[in-house]
């Protein structure tokens, strides 16, 4: 007998794999910007590394350039479900939230596009799995995040606050450093 349970995660997963075949799909039909080539081939940042690697591994082609960012879309996707595990009372209440995320359009062309926004919602998110299994900060994933991206600076102004509301003054120090820096 399948439990509800079981039914939505199936429900779940076969969406995000067809979706991650689309996803394939218009990544090979969609040619490289301007912009996006600047992040390949001139700027030296975490884009740059992350798309010579799999074009170094996979060949210099479309979907080499953005396979990348579309895994990093699908692990999102999955970090979503597994923190919304205990925030809905009903399970398609959850599924749909997920779905919601899955769709939106912004992190939907963050997937596609050679940009940081979608390396920021994985980090962040991967953040906020860690402290939901362990209910402690990990400050080297906040010190990595730093090399990262400058985008990370709003989550360190928002840490800044919440270790004020809550007290937590090894993490308001390292905040308050994090956003300085």
């Known amino acids: 007998m399948i439990t509800k349970q079981k039914l939505y995660n ?15 799909f ?7 910007s301007y912009d996006e080539a600047l992040n390949v081939l001139v700027n030296k940042s975490v884009l740059s590394y992350i798309t010579k690697t799999t074009t170094y591994i996979f060949g210099n082609n479309d979907i080499s350039i953005r396979l990348p960012f579309i895994l990093l879309y699908v692990f999102s996707v999955i970090l979503i479900y597994l923190l919304t595990k205990d925030y809905f009372k009903k399970e398609i209440d ?4 997920v779905l919601i995320f899955m769709f939106l ?29 362990y209910s402690k900060h990990n400050y080297y994933l906040l010190g990595f995040f ?24 090894r993490l308001l120090i390292i905040s308050l450093a994090l956003f300085g820096l």
């Open 10 to 24: 199936c429900i779940f997963g076969a969406i995000l794999a067809i979706f991650f075949v689309v996803l394939i």
């Open 26 to 32: 218009v990544a090979n039909t969609l040619s490289i």
């Open 94 to 97: 959850r599924l749909i939230s």
């Open 105 to 133: 359009p912004g992190v939907v062309s963050a997937s596609l596009l050679i940009n940081s926004s979608i390396v920021v919602i994985f980090c962040t998110l991967s953040y906020l799995y860690y402290y939901k299994l």
């Open 146 to 169: 730093l090399f990262v991206d400058n985008s990370f600076a709003i989550l360190f102004l928002a840490l800044f606050f919440y270790s004020l509301n809550k007290k937590e003054n």
